[in-house]
């Protein structure tokens, strides 16, 4: 890490952005407080980070199957749950409805 005043580094912008550009660190400091540091960008997206999550991912769908039904079925299943239950909702009639409009997002086309 190198360390250097806010003045000398106006002049001297160039030379830095090649040090970070190496991998080094530079804090710009003004009257001896940092304002400022410079340091190499991270990827935008962590590769290995994201094969992980997916690897991870696929692991827990690993026997996880709707058993046959298709998602329209389920839909129809919790619509009419809830039309039958919406006077007086309960616990399950809400969590159907929650699950008929995840679904609807699920199918929109858009």
Not at 76 to 104: C, F, K, L, N, Q
């Amino acid at each position: 890490m190198r360390e250097i005043g806010a003045f000398e580094a106006k002049n001297k912008l160039g030379q830095l952005l090649d040090l970070v550009e190496a991998g080094d660190e530079v804090v710009i400091t003004r009257r001896g407080k940092v304002v400022a540091r410079l340091t190499p960008p991270e990827d935008a997206i962590n590769r290995q980070a994201a094969l992980e999550a997916a690897t991870r991912i696929r692991l827990r769908r690993q026997g996880v199957t709707l058993d046959g039904i298709d998602i329209k079925e389920l839909v129809a299943e919790g619509r009419t749950y809830w039309e039958s239950h919406a006077s007086r909702p309960d616990v399950t009639a809400i969590t159907m409805r929650s699950r008929v409009s995840e679904a609807e997002a699920l199918l929109d086309p858009a």
